[in-house]
Every structure is written in C-alpha cells, then in structure tokens.
C-alpha cells in the first residue's frame, strides 16, 4: 500500500528545528580539542558493554566526534560485515550529490499516430492518484484531436531490464522489492510494475472518456508528440521518504538514476559506481567495502562500521548541509518514527527508552544482520556519530535491542 508523500516543506522545518537546536545546543570544537569528559565515560561504558552477549560474536562498533573529526571508541570497526539496510545511507549521499535536491522525474504521455506512450521517467513516488491526474490531462489532450480510442503501450526503458543483483535470491521477488523498472507505482510490488502502471492507467483513461487498448512494452519512437506529464516531488522529500520507510524499490531506483547523471549505465554496475563514487568523494573509508545494490538487501555487501559511522556523520557535517540536509530529517527517530517506529518495539523498554525522542538512525535488517547507524548529541552538546553492526546474532529480536541500548549509550542516558 502507497503511504502519503513527505512534503518538501515538512523536510525543510524539520531540518531548520534540528539546525536551531544545534546552534542553541551543540558547541562545535575544533579538530583540535581532546576527549571530552562524557566522550570518556562513552569510551567506558562501550568497553564493557559491547558486544555484550546478546549481539554474538560478528559484531564492529564505532563512535566519532563529528566536528572533532576524532574516534571516541571502536571495537573491530575495520571487519566487514553485511550492513542490510544501513547501506542507504550511501545511496542518499550519492543521489543528493549528483542529482541535487530540487531533481525531479517526469512521467509523459506520448502520442505517436494512433499509439499512446506511457513513458516512466523513473519517479520513485508514483502514486496512483498523479497517474489520474496525467490521465485527465491526457484524455483532454485526445479530445482536442478528436480521439476517443487509443492503443496503449508502456515505455521504461530508461532503464535496462531488471536482473537479479548478485546476492538476491529469487525469493526476494516480488515481497522485498520488485524487479527495478523505471515506470513503477509507489509501494507496488508486482513482477512488472510498468504492466501494472499501465493497467491502471488504461482504466483511469476510461473514466476521463478513452479507451485505451493494452498492448504491452514498447520504446516511443523518436519525434512522438508529448500530450502531457506529471513532475515528481523534489528529490528532498523523496529521500526523507526513502530513509525513514527503508524502501528497497526507492533506494535502487535513485541509484540507477544517480548512475544516468554521471554518464553510466544504469544497471548494478553503474549504480554502485556512482555511489562509490560518492563515498570517495566525502572521504568515506572502502577498504572492505563491497557494493552488489544500493538497497543493502543483497547478501553479499560488506561495509564497516568506520565506512557507517563517517556516513552517518555527514548528516550533521555543517560543511555539507547545503547539499545534504535531507539525510537528517530523513533519519528514523528513535521510538517516534519511520523503522525506529514504536510498531517495531524500538526504544521502548529500559534501558533504551531514556533515549526516544534523542537518536536519529538508519536502521539495517536480514534475517542475520542488524545494523543501526545515526547520531545524538552527547551530554557534552557535541554531535556523535555512532555504528554497530552484527551478524549472526543468535537472536535478532534481542540484538536490535542492544544495538538500541548502545546508542542509548552515546546519548549518555544509560
């Protein structure tokens, strides 16, 4: 089921309260300050309670002093691990870098004789009712020609045909994420998105007085003539979107989108190479890292809990706001909303709960990987960044609440 677009407006209030907060309650010391006191009882208190029993034996952790730039505390930050969703962080990078924040897609319809063309654009927040909408605007279009009949194809070959991306079972199709298509409704899970799409936009024509006959995939041929489109939200809301939901389908069709902008095909390929590109270019560490998606769903990813924890402080790097201010707002915070969500029973109990309200992180799931990755402000008013990362965990359901305990941990709550 579609949930409602995330507003640019909502986005932007949210990251100005978290700017106002940082300017009131957040002192940003130089590189060259040393530990601070409650960096020290951090430090402490992670030494004894990482990885705890709980989180097994495949477990690395970091903690950073973000505008310091300086390592409070680490345990195997540098061993490789699956990061499940956490590995969205880094397409959210990417895509706000190379696209920008006001990118948008459009959807087209595109008449060529007696031929219409649904044209995917690759929006990634499609949703039924702007498809109606393209379908009034298109049928007003029709009826000024004098038509009341078409053939209807669907054309979504701004991207290449869907492949499984090395480390996906086939199972994963369609519950986890569909096949990647650039014509998709938002939420849709079906085998092929762009039939579906065009299904309902078939029916939706008939409501607005076309018949539109199906007749299956079809590239609009050079020279069709443009009778209307539907412009996306900004790529602002749409990440706020992508990260507080954790959708897969969303998170590859960035990729892909990121990977056309840099010149690059748009396959698994040329997606990770534009993320990579990305990381590299926010001096993101990748020795160990390793990309198949940019969904994080693949089972051979491996990131590091020092490649996580510079992630997740860029959201609060005031030297990159301008560009990736959405990456805050988009950010589950913990026990309210998104994936940190009290639905999914985080930061609910002791000793997590001290933190509701005060963490922000990207959460990371397979069915033996939990990953959490975000930032706090410490009992110092300074901005933290943290990761932990585990797989394997006897029991994940427990693990999922050490992880929260130990950002409870960062904030200094516990």
């Known amino acids: 089921m579609s949930r409602p677009r995330r507003t640019l407006r909502n986005a932007c209030l949210t990251a100005v309260a978290a700017l106002s907060a940082l300017s009131l309650g957040v002192t940003t010391a130089t590189a060259a300050g040393g530990p601070t006191a409650a960096d020290r009882t951090i430090a402490a208190k992670l030494n004894s309670r990482f990885p705890a029993e709980h989180l097994g034996a495949h477990a690395g952790g970091e903690v950073m002093d973000v505008a310091a730039g300086r390592v409070v505390w680490s345990r195997n930050a540098g061993t490789t691990l699956m990061p499940a969703s956490s590995a969205k962080l880094a397409t959210a990078l990417a895509a706000l870098t190379v696209l920008g924040t006001r990118h948008t897609e459009q959807t087209r319809a595109l008449l060529d004789g007696s031929t219409l063309y649904l044209v995917g654009g690759g929006d990634q927040h499609l949703t039924s ?33 869907p492949t499984l991306s090395p480390g996906w079972p086939s199972s994963y199709y369609p519950g986890e994420i569909a096949p990647v298509r650039a014509l998709a409704l938002l939420g849709d899970r079906v085998m092929d998105t762009s039939l579906h799409a065009g299904t309902v936009f078939a029916y939706q024509l008939g409501t607005h007085g076309i018949h539109a006959t199906s007749a299956g995939h079809a590239t609009a041929p050079g020279g069709s003539r443009l009778l209307a489109a539907h412009t996306s939200g900004s790529l602002a809301s749409e990440i706020e979107y992508m990260l507080k939901e954790s959708d897969n389908d969303n998170a590859e069709g960035f990729a892909r989108l990121t990977a056309l902008a840099q010149g ?67 950010l589950p915070v913990a026990g309210v909303d998104g994936t940190l969500g009290p639905g999914y029973g985080r930061f609910t ?55 929260d305990a130990l950002a409870a941990t960062v904030e200094g709550c516990w």
């Open 129 to 161: 009712a702007d498809l109606n909408a393209l379908a009034a605007a298109t049928a007003a279009a029709l009826k000024a020609q004098h038509r009341t009949s078409v053939t209807l194809r669907v054309d979504d070959s701004l991207f290449p045909a």
């Open 264 to 330: 690059r095909t748009a396959d698994w390929r040329g997606a990770t190479a534009a993320v990579r590109w990305a990381m590299t270019r926010y001096g993101v560490p990748q020795s160990g890292v390793v990309m198949y998606d940019a969904s994080g769903l693949s089972r051979s990813d491996r990131m590091t809990a020092s490649a996580l924890v510079t992630l997740a402080g860029l959201a609060v790097d005031a030297r990159y706001n301008a560009v990736l201010w959405p990456i805050l707002p988009g």
């Open 349 to 403: 109990t002791w000793p997590s709960d001290c933190a509701k309200g005060k963490v922000r992180a990207k959460t990371g799931t397979l069915h033996d990987a939990i990953a959490l990755a975000g930032v706090t402000v410490g009992k110092d008013g300074r901005w933290k960044s943290f990761a932990f990362v585990e797989n394997s965990a006897p029991n994940i359901t427990a693990a999922r609440g050490g992880e």
